[in-house]
């Protein structure tokens, strides 16, 4: 704020210096607004990836309280580890528990389910294992541990288990 000598009333601020701190204020804004854009998309991905692994979680647990049987009859079925299984979400019901919570509220989550007998392949107690020595955990001949994973469709992510009888 200037005072003129001439006029010691005078007060208040110039035309010129509220015109340059208007400036740096903008300028400043700038960056500020561009930090809370990139903040606000990075809500919005967690949010989506929270979902999508506590959808994955509850199929998980889904499978955990099933019959064993019925868990082997669906790897039988299935035969490897690339098949999704009748335990998968069916992509036409109206029903399903996960829905997609940036998009459209009717857009559902669909989870594919992956299971296979699973032999371990070598035994992590030994040097190796004499039985089955083709170095695929997915070719063995025992029903009494079963490998689990399940994924949303459309994403990366999924989380996989053991289940045993």
Excluded at 30 to 37: R, S, T, Y
Excluded at 63 to 91: G, R
């Amino acid at each position: 704020m200037k005072h003129s000598d001439n006029n010691p009333q005078q007060k208040g601020f110039s035309y010129v210096e509220v015109l340059v701190a208007t400036m740096l204020v903008a300028i400043a804004l700038v960056p500020a607004m561009n930090a809370l854009q990139m903040g606000i998309m990075g809500v919005n991905v967690h949010k989506t990836s929270t979902t999508e692994h506590f959808c994955r979680l509850r199929k998980i647990e889904e499978l955990q309280a099933q019959p064993f049987t019925n868990l082997l009859a669906a790897a039988k079925v299935a035969a490897n580890t690339t098949t999704a299984t009748y335990f998968s979400d069916e992509s036409t019901r109206n029903d399903l528990p996960c829905y997609d919570p940036t998009g459209d509220s009717q857009q559902k989550l669909r989870r594919l389910v992956y299971i296979a007998l699973y032999d371990a392949d070598a035994d992590p107690f030994t040097i190796a294992n004499l039985n089955d020595t083709d170095n695929d955990p997915y070719t063995g001949n025992t029903a009494n541990l079963l490998w689990v994973k399940v994924i949303t469709e459309g994403s990366a992510q999924g989380l996989e288990t053991l289940i045993s009888r």
